[in-house]
Nanobody, 121 residues
Framework: VQLQASGGGLVQDGGSLRLSCAAS????????MGWFRQAPAKEREFVAA????????YYADFVKGRFTISRDNAMNTVYLQMNSLKPEDTAVYYC???????????????WGQGTLVTVSS
């Protein structure tokens, strides 16, 4: 599965961005999807995940109520709507896919190239 993330950029504190991740796989709906991020000098961390059909979503505590993950299986795309962004959200955001599950404690099998989000104070 090839994943192409886009939508990153520079935004002010309190602003919004929507990330997209397009998958090459025709059987996109067979994959659980997720977003992870890595800030400078920090380890990669889980942000959000969504089940194959989209009925189940999971979030890291630090984004609950601010970020929303969704997917469009007809378009082979997963999204991350990010609202109320904070400077500490600055990171490279990666989308990931796995034929089983994606959760905070799992390491997905497939990864995209990442898109940089910078939140200025």
């Amino acid at each position: 599965v090839q994943l192409q993330a886009s939508g990153g950029g520079l935004v002010q504190d309190g602003g919004s961005l929507r990330l997209s991740c397009a998958a090459s796989e025709r059987t996109f709906s067979s994959y659980s999807m997720g977003w992870f991020r890595q800030a400078p000098a920090k380890e990669r961390e889980f942000v959000a995940a969504i089940t194959r059909g989209g009925s189940g979503t999971y979030y890291a505590d630090f984004v609950k109520g601010r970020f929303t993950i969704s997917r469009d299986n007809a378009m082979n795309t997963v999204y991350l709507q990010m609202n109320s962004l904070k400077p500490e959200d600055t990171a490279v955001y990666y989308c990931a896919a796995d034929p089983t599950i994606v959760r905070r404690t799992t390491t997905p099998k497939y990864w995209g190239q990442g898109t940089l989000v910078t939140v200025s104070s």
